[in-house]
């Protein structure tokens, strides 16, 4: 069936560099996008969302690139720091009316 | 405001028991939905609500029960708990209108012999 999945379930980075998560989607009807970060032991936590009729969305540090084309959303996370560790997971709209379509998670580990 | 509180944070159950889990969640949201995730997976959804006395299924609902009696509360039940179900089990809630930015629950652990 249709899901929505990431490239790498690990992903490690050195302080102060910029980190960069990949999703790939398969559901060509959803239309809106949202990322999430997981701390070990507690509930997903919003980052930034995009919709479908835009190519990039900036927040504080954070941007997030959709490339419909291709079916691709990434999350660009700069100067990491080591408050950034944890699983990050891209989600869609894919269930419509409610629910989110998750991906099976990055875990973004911080070197010193 | 608390936000979306979950109790209990951890349960043991047997196989065959029955058990609910608590939701609740006080930012007067319309929607709220409960989510399982089971190690190297993502969230999946079990079922959803988007109002007081509407429940719908989502992509796994099969053994487990719901109902939104109230605006704040959204009960997950177990009927007859399987090892399968082991699982942390997420509730979530979020306004209506165009955002489906979804606010989560701290978990519930749940662990079935």
């Known amino acids: 069936g249709e899901s929505v999945g990431l490239h790498l379930p690990t992903l490690s980075v050195q302080e102060g560099d910029n980190s960069i998560i990949n999703c790939a989607y398969s559901n060509s009807a959803s239309d809106y996008f949202i990322w999430y970060k997981q701390e070990s032991g507690k509930g997903p936590q919003f980052i930034i969302d995009i919709r479908s009729n835009m190519d990039k969305r900036q927040g504080q540090r954070v941007t997030v690139l959709l490339n419909k084309t291709v079916k691709h959303l990434s999350l660009q996370i700069a100067a990491t720091q080591p408050g950034d560790s944890a699983v990050y997971f891209c989600?869609?709209?894919?269930?419509?009316?409610?629910?989110?379509?998750f991906g099976k998670g990055t875990h973004l580990i911080i070197q010193p | 405001n608390a936000g979306v509180t979950q109790t209990p944070k951890f349960q043991v159950l047997k196989t065959g028991q029955s058990m609910t889990l608590q939701c609740a969640q006080d930012m007067n949201h319309e929607y709220m939905s409960w989510y399982r995730q089971d190690p190297g997976m993502g969230l999946r959804l079990i079922h959803y609500?988007?109002?007081?006395?509407?429940?719908d299924q989502g992509e796994v609902p099969n053994g487990y029960n719901v109902s939104r009696s109230t605006t704040e509360d959204f009960p997950l039940r177990l009927l007859s708990a399987a090892p399968s179900q082991t699982s942390v089990y997420f509730c979530?809630?979020?306004?209506?209108?165009?955002?489906?930015?979804?606010?989560f629950g701290p978990g519930t652990r749940l662990t079935v012999t």
């Open positions: 979530a809630s979020r306004t209506g209108g165009g955002s489906y930015e979804q606010y």
């Open positions: 609500s988007v109002g007081a006395g509407i429940t």
């Open positions: 989600a869609e709209n894919g269930l419509g009316a409610d629910g989110l379509t």
